[in-house]
Antibody, heavy 115, light 107 residues
Framework: EVQLVESGGDLVQPGESLRLSCAVS????????VNWVRQAPGKGLEWLSV???????DYADSVKGRFTVSRDNSRNTLFLQMNSLTTEDTAVYYC?????????WGQGTLVIVSS | DIQMTQSPSSLSASVGDRVTITCRAS??????VAWYQQKPGKAPKFLLY???RLGSGVPSRFTGSGSGTEYTLTVNTLQSEDSATYYC?????????FGQGTKVEIK
């Protein structure tokens, strides 16, 4: 059974950093594309990043230079390092599998950026 | 970036009705369009890809069509459990982009 489980969401102050995790079971992260998507309260879905099979990544302009994805193949886990957080980054963060469309999603983890 | 514009933003329909949601892309997405269903407090659920292909386990009352810049999701014979917000998404280009969502309510 395919499962993605996000963790690491928290309440942080503007300017701080946070690292989210996406633990995967049922498929191998090193053989699949995995994305991060977020949803601000009461808003729609925003794609943030993709990690390619070769470990390289692409990012949305809104987070480029502040967010970095990485992967631990031995733990079948992906990470989203988020720096210089602002109140605009307050959202539920999802990881999702897919090259193009996203067939499996995690349950999400809530990040609140507030002073 | 490719903009995806959904209409309507919300609708109300009765059980058994047929409802149609439209998604217009700012440029040709060559049928690389997916649809998702999201219920309150839950993660999005994948419904269709490549405009009209059903995801695994998705009921056949969900159908998709379209080409070029205009795509539709139709829910035939609406059920009470179909009350949700629906999103289209293009995957022809990066960044992947979503429509703003259509909230479907049951009368």
């Amino acid at each position: 059974e395919v499962q993605l489980v996000e963790s690491g969401g928290d309440l942080v102050q503007p300017g701080e950093s946070l690292r989210l995790s996406c633990a995967v079971s049922g498929f191998t992260v090193s053989s699949n594309y995995v994305n991060w998507v977020r949803q601000a309260p009461g808003k729609g879905l925003e794609w943030l990043s993709v990690t390619y099979i070769n470990g390289a990544a692409d990012y949305a302009d809104s987070v480029k230079g502040r967010f970095t994805v990485s992967r631990d193949n031995s733990r079948n886990t992906l990470f989203l390092q988020m720096n210089s957080l602002t109140t605009e980054d307050t959202a539920v963060y999802y990881c999702a599998r897919g090259d193009g469309f996203f067939d499996y999603w995690g349950q999400g983890t809530l990040v609140i950026v507030s002073s | 970036d490719i903009q995806m514009t959904q209409s309507p933003s919300s609708l109300s329909a009765s059980v058994g009705d047929r409802v149609t949601i439209t998604c217009r892309a700012s440029e040709d997405t060559h049928k690389s369009v997916a649809w998702y269903q999201q219920k309150p407090g839950k993660a999005p659920k994948f419904l269709l890809y490549a405009t009209s292909r059903l995801g695994s386990g998705v009921p056949s009352r969900f159908t998709g069509s379209g080409s070029g810049t205009e795509y539709t999701l139709t829910v035939n014979t609406l059920q009470s459990e179909d009350s949700a917000t629906y999103y289209c998404q293009q995957y022809y280009h990066y960044p992947r982009t979503f429509g703003q969502g259509t909230k479907v309510e049951i009368k």
